[in-house]
């Protein structure tokens, strides 16, 4: 089952002693099967909260509401034992940590086979060949040598390129980096970037890719979700967002990353004041306290998507069409 | 004018083995060398960026130029006098502060900011009447409110913690900063600043500063000048604009392509660079980069490079230098095939 991924106002509330803190607010996202969408933003805006509902692994005192259709199925709406099944064969997550994501006692060829226990028309030896055969996909050379390995006999790097082989096994139809390079060296980065572009030649499913970088999402991605402080404050196809972004807190992001600037600048440029918290989420626009641009409708009501072109809307009170 | 500091040469080496395997074996194994033979100089008022991955060494000399890990052989001259004992350290450490990678980490969870604040002045004797209004002076410093001084390390976010942590460093008014990954794991946003804080101090208090990091987009805009550590050894050091319009060092060229912009329209084709850094225990013959050096030739891999001055503040580790225009440049080019501005093609949209 790969098919289009869909969420509607999609929201998560967690109900703490200290009042609801609203993690994520009517969030609209989108995704066919060969695309590979952007969420970017800083911490704090949410995107965590949104991979792990998309993910199915919310934990239990979240409140979701709106839906997540995938291949027509709503998510929110399945009983534990039928997301359990989805996470294994459908769903699958690259996590941020790849000295965390594996278990230090077993070799590196036990936990991939255990990846394929769905797999039962599998005899030993086919499974160890599947399993070098992804290996050596993801640009592990000597797979039988590093079968054998424990996870801390390989480097950051070969770790998450096992955990990309790991998510690729179950043959999934959603495929979700979680800050995929986050941990790793610059060299290593490009190398994870360049893995992730090749695979998606032959790989049919969706991608979603997480990221605080903005260098990485625009080399990996199509189309970008901007995120503010639980919310898509702009979507748009990659040209769009880094070329003609309409949103104030994009354009200030942009202007924010050093990697921006080929020459030396003497001051660095930053945005001024601080995330609102998200248990008291201001009327308005949300991120009106921080914009040099407000103007009265921005604290008054939070402002409706305006689409600029087929592939590009944003969320706010100063962009008119 | 007289470097605050100077370095001469310096080795960090560790022993290998536990302790049994040192007494079975008749002959030592032959220590490693995480620091290799490392010159540096660095001018009063002048920010310099140590640039490097992760394990090529960059902590460890940290530590080492301020005695916290001792060193094997090599001289460290600081402010005109050699440091040799413990005492000396000891002396140094007074004029000169470590900012540690970690913001909350390196702060106590169960003292308040004002008291994390004035414990520096105190552990050194200094006289302080009045803790309290001296920690809101500190904090108005790095522009944070007073009130900050009875919050908890937990209480406050990665930036201000940052703030507090830079805060700290300079209470003793040193005359040298070492910040080990001053902007790790901080938004982009709050990275600026960050490093603009420090900038500003370090304009009026007038101090030295070493930058130690891998971020590379943040380095080419606080550092003067960069050194390039690859497996403990200085692979490259010069004024940081000469560096990024012209690296001399295939290692210094292929970190600067590795960076990914931030421009769909610059998409990079592939990567120049193979493989990851080799770890210390096998130290490749030669040229330590040779291994995935993209124009490396056989002397390379049998015969180590010395340090050649290329002009008077240019150093290169390196046999085959990519001085501009030269044949190495080119091959250098042709051989890590990252066409930037061509797309890839495999990346054009597909239809929906």
């Known amino acids: 089952m790969s098919g289009v991924l869909h969420a509607r106002d999609l929201s998560v509330r967690y109900e703490t002693p200290e009042g609801s803190v609203h993690a994520l607010r009517h969030v609209d996202l989108e995704a066919r099967p060969g695309d590979v969408i952007g969420i970017v933003g800083e911490s704090g805006c949410g995107k965590s909260t949104l991979v792990t509902a998309l993910a199915n692994l919310l934990p239990d005192n979240a409140h979701v509401g709106g839906q997540i259709l995938y291949g027509g199925v709503d998510l929110t709406a399945l009983d534990a034992d039928q997301r359990r099944r989805l996470r294994g064969d459908e769903i699958a997550l690259v996590s941020q940590d790849p000295m965390t994501a594996f278990n230090p006692v077993l070799t590196i060829g036990d936990q991939l086979a255990d990846f394929l226990h769905r797999r039962k028309d599998l005899g030993r030896g086919e499974r160890k060949a599947l399993i070098a055969a992804m290996l050596e996909r993801v640009g592990i050379s000597d797979a039988d040598r590093r079968m054998a390995a424990y996870p801390h006999e390989l480097s950051g790097g070969m770790r998450q390129r096992v955990a990309i082989a790991a998510a690729l096994l179950t043959d999934p139809g959603l495929l979700i980096a979680d800050e995929p390079t986050t941990a790793l060296d610059v060299t290593m980065e490009a190398q994870i970037i360049h893995l992730l572009r090749q695979l998606r030649r032959d790989f049919n499913g969706i991608i979603v890719v997480v990221s605080h970088h903005l260098g990485v999402i625009a080399e990996l991605c199509d189309r970008v979700y901007v995120m503010y402080a639980g919310e898509v404050v702009e979507a748009g196809g990659v040209d769009a967002i880094f070329h003609a972004a309409e949103h104030p807190y994009t354009k200030a992001l942009l202007a924010c990353d050093p990697a921006r600037f080929p020459e030396r600048l003497d001051r660095l440029p930053t945005i001024a004041g601080s995330l609102p918290s998200l248990a008291e989420v201001p009327a308005g626009c949300v991120y009106a306290p921080r914009c040099p641009l407000r103007f009265e409708p921005c604290t008054a009501a939070s402002p409706d998507w305006t689409v600029l072109a087929a592939d590009h809307a944003v969320r706010c009170h100063g962009v008119v069409r | ?352």
């Open chain 2, 1 to 352: 004018m007289r470097p605050v500091l100077a370095v001469e040469n310096l080795s960090v080496t560790y022993s290998r083995g536990g302790l049994l395997a040192r007494l079975l074996n008749p002959l030592p194994l032959p220590a490693l060398n995480v620091v290799d033979r490392v010159s540096l100089a660095l001018m009063p008022g002048e920010t310099l960026g140590l640039v490097g991955e992760s394990g090529s060494g960059k902590t460890t000399l940290a530590r080492a130029l301020l005695g916290l890990t001792p060193i094997a052989e090599g001289r460290i001259v600081f402010e005109g006098r050699e440091v040799t004992s413990p005492a000396d350290f000891r002396a140094m450490r007074r004029s000169s502060a470590l900012m540690f990678q970690d913001p909350v980490g390196s702060l106590s969870p169960r003292q308040r900011v004002g008291r994390l604040l004035t414990e520096p002045l105190i552990v050194r004797g200094m006289p302080v009447a009045d803790r309290d209004a001296t920690a809101r002076a500190m904090l108005a410093e790095v522009g944070l409110p007073g009130s900050f001084v009875d919050r908890f390390p937990h209480e406050l976010s990665g930036g201000q913690a940052r703030r507090v942590g830079v805060a700290r460093a300079l209470a003793m008014r040193p005359h040298l900063l070492l910040a080990d990954e001053p902007t790790a794991g901080l938004d982009v946003s709050v990275q600026g600043d960050v490093l603009n804080l420090i900038q500003d101090l370090k304009r009026q208090l007038g101090f030295a500063a070493m930058v130690i990091t891998h971020n590379l987009a943040m380095i080419r805009h606080v550092g003067d000048r960069l050194a390039i550590m690859y497996l403990g050894r200085l692979v490259e050091t010069g004024p940081t604009q000469a560096v990024f319009a012209a690296p001399l060092h295939p290692y210094t060229a292929t970190l600067i392509a590795s960076e990914p912009v931030p421009d769909p329209r610059r998409r990079r084709a592939d990567l120049a660079i193979r493989g990851e850094i080799p770890s210390v225990f096998r130290r490749p013959s030669g040229c330590e980069f040779h291994t995935r050096c993209p124009i490396a030739r056989d002397r390379c891999r049998s015969e180590a490079p010395k340090a050649r001055w290329m002009s008077p503040e240019r150093m290169v580790h390196c046999h085959y230098p990519l001085q501009p225009g030269g044949q190495e440049q080119e091959a250098f080019q042709r051989a890590s095939a990252n066409r930037r501005g061509e797309r890839h093609d495999q990346m054009e949209h597909r239809p929906a």
